[in-house]
Structures are given as structure tokens and as C-alpha cells.
């Protein structure tokens, strides 16, 4: 597969979130001195790791 010149760059999502879960989420952000958007981030980044992590220890 070709190289996409945009491969680097980051990519935007629209994300609908119940009220509730976003004061959730802003107070997690704040004790942990994030952004929102930079939990979010963080979270999803930190499940897909695991989910590697378990697929990997499956496989063996």
C-alpha cells in the first residue's frame, strides 16, 4: 500500500457524549492535568495498547 502524505498528521473525530460522561471525564482530565481531549486520547490510546497486549498473550 501506498504511503498517504497525511500518515503523520493527526486526525479529527466528532464525538458525542452524554452530559454526565463529560463531567466525568472533566474532572478525571483535571486531576490527572489534562486537556479533555487529551484524556480521551490518553484512554484510547492506553486501551489499545491492552487490547494488543491480550491478543498477543492469546496467541501464545
Known sequence: ???NK???E???VL???SPTL???LASW???D???INGQIEYLLSEAVK???KLKQDTDL
Open 6 to 8: 497525511n500518515d503523520g
Open 15 to 17: 464525538l458525542r457524549l
Open 22 to 24: 463529560w463531567k466525568e
Open 33 to 35: 492535568f489534562r486537556s
Open 1 to 3: 500500500m501506498a504511503a
Open 50 to 52: 491492552k487490547r494488543k
Open 29 to 31: 482530565a483535571e486531576d
Open 10 to 12: 493527526r486526525k479529527q
